[in-house]
């Protein structure tokens, strides 16, 4: 059963390890912790979030063999069923530089239980300057799209793809195509979103509502989830909501309800908190976890793990956003 997207918010899940056996193998990578996969996924559904993404950028992908990225998305597929969530989708990151190897990711996802999948530009392509150029990586999605046997979102996230960054016209000649169905803006560009919006009669233009051939204009900055539902976003996928589920679903809410003045301040407090999690990345995440929620646990090498100091530092820089957010109650 492939499961519908809707509108709201959705967190670009951790990838949890287990520890290496033993010290002489600490720079090869622990398996994956099917458990605390699990239980995170559970958690912040329970939190509010809309859906959740596996295998992004987030996630460690690029650190995962094909055969990991399936399983991550069994368990977390397998663990929300159990819970009660059966609706809730789940977008799948399949990324990869050739079609040939996108598709067969985006195949592995559906056997496992994906509802969508979340695609970046190739990165080989640099800034689109080589041979292959923009019109190239158009083609790359179209291709992909052709056969993928789930719906597409395209992963603008210039920082992550060489630089590339595809512009607005792109976005609406891809919108075109029957299985491409929304974009994920970590561009962090309101007024690319905006225009894309305008031009596509067929996106979520009222929030919470949906029709059919729905496009998903997609924040993919925690910082940006307001100024994305004020020009006719359909929410927001955000890195932020792994460790701030309920404050991140508490602007989205805000904004939908077009309560301005609250959205506006529980904005400016979630994107100061953001700015704490973007300096330190994934390593940051993962000490924030530990620290409150008693997983989390080393990111997969050649990453390196935050010093005990650096975990101190920004649990403190923290401290009081969090205790806002365990303020909140669970939405599930």
Excluded at 119 to 126: A, E, H, N, Q, Y
Excluded at 276 to 294: E, M, N, Q
Aim: charged residues 15%; aromatic residues 6%; neutral net charge.
């Amino acid at each position: 059963m492939v499961r519908s997207l809707v509108p709201g918010i959705y967190a670009p899940t951790q990838t949890f390890f287990l520890s290496a056996p033993s010290a002489s193998s600490s720079q090869q990578p622990g398996p994956l912790d099917a458990a605390t996969i699990a239980k995170h996924a559970v958690r912040l559904v329970r939190a509010g979030c809309t859906g959740l993404v596996c295998n992004g950028s987030n996630g460690e992908a690029a650190l995962l063999e094909n055969e990991e990225r399936a399983a991550v998305v069994k368990i977390t597929r397998e663990a929300l069923d159990s819970a009660g969530f059966t609706s809730v989708p789940i977008i799948a990151g399949t990324s990869a530089n050739s079609v040939a190897g996108t598709l067969a990711l985006t195949r592995d996802a559906a056997t496992a239980g994906a509802d969508a999948v979340l695609i970046l530009s190739p990165t080989f392509v640099g800034g689109g300057g080589s041979t292959m150029g923009p019109a190239g990586i158009e083609r790359f999605f179209e291709l992909v799209a052709d056969e993928s046997p789930l719906p597409v979102v395209l992963y603008n996230y210039p920082a992550a793809a060489a630089g590339f960054d595809l512009d607005s016209d792109a976005l609406l000649r891809l919108a075109k195509h029957p299985s491409i169905v929304g974009t994920k803006f970590t561009c962090g560009s309101v007024g690319k979103m905006a225009r894309v919006i305008n031009d596509l009669p067929a996106t979520v233009s009222e929030v919470n509502a949906t029709k059919e051939g729905t496009y998903f204009a997609f924040s993919g900055v925690a910082d940006f989830i307001l100024p994305a539902v004020i020009v006719g976003g359909t929410g927001a996928i955000v890195g932020a909501a792994n460790v701030f589920p309920r404050a991140c679903v508490n602007v989205y809410n805000l904004a939908v309800k077009g309560d301005l003045v609250k959205a506006r301040a529980a904005q400016q407090a979630l994107a100061k908190a953001d700015w704490s999690l973007t300096k330190r990345a994934i390593p940051g995440f993962k000490a924030i976890l530990d620290h409150f929620h008693g997983y989390g646990g080393a990111p997969r090498p050649p990453i390196v793990a935050i010093s005990s100091e650096g975990a101190m530092e920004l649990c403190g820089e923290i401290a009081d956003y969090m205790k806002y957010e365990q303020s909140l109650p669970d939405v599930k």
